[in-house]
């Protein structure tokens, strides 16, 4: 997990307390804007996450294309006639 996922995931849980301390206190209609800023923050943490395993897998591709095309230029096909 980055750091950045990390702060991403704590506001998001920091804000989901605040709001439900918030309806015990004021109502759901006065806190409704602090679920919606947790909510915000767990699917900005899951963007950032889907973007990381994305970048993992491309460079996998890459590192397996590398070395596929390492092996083709290493071996020698004899043509025949």
């Keep these: 997990m980055k750091f950045s996922e990390a ?3 704590s506001l998001s849980v920091a804000f989901f ?3 439900v ?3 015990f206190v004021l ?3 006065q806190s409704y804007w602090l679920f919606m800023l947790s909510v915000t923050m767990l699917l ?3 963007l950032a996450k889907k973007k990381q395993d994305e ?3 491309q460079q996998e591709q890459v590192a397996v ?3 596929i095309n390492k ?3 290493t071996t020698k096909v004899k043509s025949r006639k």
């Design 44 to 46: 900005l943490n899951r």
């Design 71 to 73: 092996h083709k230029t």
């Design 27 to 29: 109502g759901i209609a």
């Design 17 to 19: 307390i605040i709001a």
């Design 7 to 9: 702060i991403l995931l």
């Design 65 to 67: 294309g590398k070395k």
């Design 21 to 23: 301390h918030q309806t």
């Design 55 to 57: 970048k993992e897998v």
